[in-house]
């Protein structure tokens, strides 16, 4: 089997993926971060017993369920919300069901930079997984981000 | 991986774990016992395996068989933090060198654990501020197994 004009088809992929990237020194260099900076995120995110402490004495108890009680008079009901891995299941099933290529697809049809298409990406990821993080005081689901690397 | 399943795949690598030394049952009362879906609140130095959500896979043409990896989390706790992310360390190499094409038998059925593949490296989580001050670690990992029997 003989392969022609090889350094053709090379250049002409070079010059493609050149003309999407932010930088011509990016490739295989380009990325998004989507993340929490609240510095409880990761215990929170991989804690997946629930409630991570629980009360161990009456006096705690009782200002727990003050707490409560205080938070719902304002009509709060964030503990009732919620799930660990939030990150990360968001990713996942958006990853699972295609919502995420099909994203980065589209936008890369329209002639978008493959950066810019990945930040689309993840702000979708973003936005699903604000949906499923616990809310307590608000703290850590407005501490989500999504950045250019 | 496909088909049905008697045990969650969080129980399999369970008995795997102790199968490879890697922990103890917690009946033996021996070092490290490793638990399933939920941890005890003793001893402090503990291992626990979590069902999490996995990475699906595309589906058999012939016979729509689904290929899927399940998710797993392997937490470890323990009083001190050195200790603790010296355990996590290894365990999280043991996944990746020594488990291939294992066999798992628990109670009656029997499963073929193909592959760990951890997602990202251990997850120093933080400590279970205010009460005991325990630290956690995570390992993210997907599992490839069948129920041979």
Known sequence: ???????????????LA?????SPNAIGGESVIVGY?????????????GRPNPPRSDAQRKAMFASIRENEEK????????????????????DNNGTLSGVITKAM????????????????????????????????????????? | MSGSLDHSPADVVRQLLIDLGLG??????????????RTPS???????????EGRQGGRVMTDGERQEHSGIQIA?????????????RLLAIALDKTVSQNSVVISEATYLVHSISRTGDVIVAGKNVPTDKRNLFTINAVVSLRQSS
């Open chain 1, 1 to 15: 089997m003989e392969i022609k004009n090889l350094n053709r088809l090379r250049r002409k992929l070079e010059h």
């Open chain 1, 37 to 49: 900076t609240a510095n409880y995120a990761a215990y929170v995110h991989e804690n997946l017993e």
């Open chain 2, 76 to 88: 470890i706790r323990d009083a001190n933090h050195v200790n603790g992310f010296a355990k996590s």
């Open chain 1, 75 to 94: 009509g709060h009901t964030g503990w009732q919300v919620g799930e660990s891995k939030f990150l990360e299941k968001a990713a996942r099933r958006l």
């Open chain 2, 42 to 52: 003793t001893p402090d130095s503990a291992i626990t395996v979590y069902d999490t």
């Open chain 1, 109 to 149: 049809l329209r002639g978008t930079k493959l950066q810019q298409a990945l930040y689309l990406a993840g702000l979708r990821i973003q936005r699903a997984s604000q949906k499923l993080v616990p809310v307590d005081t608000g703290n850590l689901r407005a501490s989500a981000f999504t950045r250019k690397e």
């Open chain 2, 24 to 37: 103890t049952n917690p009946d033996d009362s021996g070092a490290w016992p490793i638990y399933c879906s």
């Open chain 1, 18 to 22: 050149k003309s999407r990237l932010e």
